[in-house]
């Protein structure tokens, strides 16, 4: 019998909406800490495995609540991206887990804007909801049901935005078989995805390369330590070691552009309006440099004030290329 390959699955949600408790559900086996208490909520991502009695191996990535908040949203991002760069084969199925208890938040009403602006805008293609909470449905009751009478309408938008794609969790029942079953739906939607995306798992855009996070470390430090010394604004090679700075952050920037092309079929929204930033704040400093050229070492003290003013100019676009690029 031939072994199904691997599948990584990450999930992602508002803490309370149950991820902890579905990750031990698909893995079948108590992995994550799921409790109701706030100290025990999950704070870093971390990687759970099983492997399934026709021998497929899951891995489960368990991460900090994606959507508690848009000032946590951006934190959780990052923390999620370093740690999808360990699964260098890439990602199966993101999983949006969702509470059918719990009122939607406006973060998660933003949630597809906030995936496809954090992770590139095919995330979407590889997305899975799952509402938990489904010990409260009606023996009766089905998921259709739910959809066409109680569903929030912005739940109704995300689930279109992912195909529909979406499975009722029950992380209470004592039922072996109702388990079972439930993550047997979830592995057939992951097929879905597999066989629509023509077998390619998901690798986010961007992802750091821990060689250039190095160099791009050192090049920072750098301009900050240039930025904060006390420049003779008379020095006439002052110019000469800002360009010296700009080639080395080029150079650095280009590597790793180079690198994601070569690595992607094609290059990402995100990667195209890193690049236009940064070009348009180049061009800034280069026009400032280019006028800074055109004025001899000072003499008199007007001349020097205004190579000063055109100096300082300098150093404050540099400050805003350091934002933009670390």
Known sequence: MTVPPPLTLVLMGRTGNGKSATGNGILGKKAFVSRKSSSCITKTSSLEKCVRNDGQVINVIDTPGMFNSSGESRSTAKEIMKYMELGSEGINAVILVFSIRNRFTQEEEATIQTLQNTFGPKIVDYTIVILTGGDEFENDEDIEDYLSHECPMALKNILAACKNRCVIFDNKTKSEEKKDEQVKELLELVKEIIDQNGGHPYKPP??????????????????EHFCTQDHSYSDPKLEEKLNEFMSEVNNTLQRQLEEEREARRQVEEKTLKIQKQYNDETQKLNELLHCSLQIPPPVEVERQSERRLLIQSILANIKRLIRLLF
């Open 206 to 223: 961007l992802i750091s390369n821990q060689k250039l996070e190095k160099e791009f470390d050192e090049v920072k430090t750098k301009l």
